[in-house]
């Protein structure tokens, strides 16, 4: 059973107050959430390790932590942040990704791995779009409880999320009118 925003919240300030147990079922209550969040604005093969930092700043974090959001609206702050520090870490040392020379994409109508496909449809859309998508449609945090998280308001949540949708639509369509850009976390 999942625990609600008000138990995590309660978690977080008695471990804000030194009790590990708290601590240990604060970061087992959310670590699933944080992991989703941060493996579609990055991706799946880092979201490990920007969890495990997340988390290791949230620890750091938590005698400053006076709940005036829940403690997980807190944590994916906190998560996004990590995300956001990760890209202009990377921005700024050149990398090169190998792909094979038989390298295609799947044909969504076909059924091949639709999972994938979607992934592969979120990844796409840009940052602004995916964190508040991902945020509301797939963590199932609430507009305002995103639009914190993303440090934008709601109705920007709420212009970001229709917009992610219809580029998704457009994309499985074939009509793929989005922008493959994964930087810059610009406010639009």
Known sequence: MAADDAEITTWALAARRGDRDAAARFVRATQQQVRRFL????????????????????MRSLPSFAARSSARTWLLGIARRVAVDHVRTATTRPRTVPMSDGYDAADVRSGYD??????????????????????????????????????????????????????????????????TRRGGYAAG
Do not use: H
């Open 39 to 58: 493996a579609a604005l990055i991706s799946p093969a880092e979201a490990d390790d920007l969890a495990q930092e997340t988390f290791l700043r949230a």
């Open 114 to 179: 639709r999972q994938v496909v979607l992934q592969q449809l979120v990844e796409a859309l840009p940052v602004e779009r995916r964190e508040a998508f991902v945020a509301t449609q797939v963590l199932g945090l609430s507009y305002a409880e995103a639009a914190e998280v993303c440090g934008c308001p709601v109705g920007t949540i709420r212009s970001r999320v229709a917009r992610a949708r219809e580029d998704l639509v457009a994309a499985v369509n074939g009509r793929s009118g989005l922008s």
